[in-house]
């Protein structure tokens, strides 16, 4: 009688190395905020952005924490380009920080790259053990 079940082989995969840097890890590590010129400077107009991905990680128990940013301002003389904001928030992921100083770091570094008339940061965090924390952080100039 002769086996019928398949035989089982296992073959290694090839992984990348773990010391070398990523394209995406590089961009995001060497990201800052970049402006471009307004296209209507002298005119009230509101720009809202929505980042549903961000992420740190708590500085007490090195637990992740998950958040929509919403940025809302009104620009002056220079606006934000989108890529380099989507990776500048990225660059939290591994940072040990608090709901309140993330939002409130978020606010200073949109602050210094683009100088807005207005803008607001609100931090919307994922439910953890049964509290929502919202941060809403303002700046007008």
């Known amino acids: ?43 009230r107009y509101n720009i809202n952005i929505t980042l549903p991905e961000f992420t740190c990680k708590c500085p007490f128990s090195g637990y992740p924490d998950f958040a929509t940013i919403y940025i809302s ?37 949109f602050v210094a790259a683009c100088d807005p008339l207005e803008v607001t940061v609100k931090a919307d965090f994922t439910p953890r053990g049964n509290v929502h924390t919202v941060v809403e952080v303002k700046h007008t100039k």
Request: charge should be negative; proline fraction near 6%.
């Open 73 to 109: 301002y009104i620009p002056d003389a220079k606006v934000v380009e989108l890529k380099a904001l989507k990776l500048y928030i990225n660059s939290y992921r591994d940072r040990y920080i608090s709901h309140e100083e993330s939002a409130n770091l978020i606010l200073d570094d």
């Open 1 to 43: 009688m002769s086996n019928l079940s398949p035989e089982i082989t296992t073959q290694s995969i090839e992984e990348a190395p773990t010391q070398s840097v990523k394209y995406g890890e590089r961009e995001i590590a060497e990201g800052q905020l970049i402006t471009f010129p307004n296209p209507r400077v002298g005119r």
